[in-house]
């Protein structure tokens, strides 16, 4: 389903996923504050830190055309390491296992979108593999080495994106 904004471009939603009181949790709201500084208002992005998610949020992702979300996410790989996971891809990923602790998690945010039809037609999880996590107000150098590498994923992406839009849109 996917709505266009009066400009002709996608509404776009980046939710930062963590808890910013243990050091690598806090990877998704800290990469989306980057990216928020870098690139959120020239992009046209609205940007919710929405810390460790719940049901609500079920509104808001449905009423987005696009969804991007930076999470701290184990794929097994080097602390630090940034994959940006499209569409099905991170549908695939975030079904597999629970990327929450959290009472509600991502996939059941997503399930809820998908019975209700309002799935964003374009989806994108920027994970960051974290290494430690445990009390603490500030990331592993890993992870805020990470940090800029992931703002430019989802960069990049939204540039993607939007360029496909407006080519249809031509």
Do not use: Y
């Not at 471009?9 to 980046?14: N, P, S, V």
């Not at 870098?38 to 460790?52: E, I, K, P, Y």
């Not at 009390?135 to 960069?155: D, F, K, M, Q, Y």
Request: a negative charge; hydrophobic letters at 50%.
């Amino acid at each position: 389903m996917s709505r266009f904004e009066p400009d002709g471009g996608l509404k776009i939603l980046a939710l930062g996923v963590g808890n910013t009181l243990l050091t690598d949790e806090a990877a998704g709201p800290l990469a989306l504050r980057l990216f928020e500084e870098r690139h959120g208002a020239a992009l046209g992005v609205s940007c919710l830190d929405v810390g460790t998610l719940g049901f609500p949020l079920a509104e808001e992702i449905g009423a987005a055309d696009a969804l991007i979300v930076f999470d701290a996410a184990r794929f097994g790989a080097t602390p630090g390491t940034v994959r940006a996971l499209e569409d099905a891809e991170m549908d695939h990923f975030v079904r597999a296992g629970s990327l929450s602790v959290h009472e509600v998690g991502l996939r059941d945010l997503l399930d809820m979108a998908r019975l209700t039809d309002d799935l964003p037609a374009r989806r994108a999880l920027i994970g960051i593999e974290p290494g430690e996590i445990g009390w603490g107000l500030a990331p592993s150098a890993a992870i805020a080495a990470a940090l800029p590498v992931a703002a430019e994923a989802a960069r990049q992406i939204v540039a993607r994106w939007q360029a496909a839009v407006a080519e249809a849109c031509a």
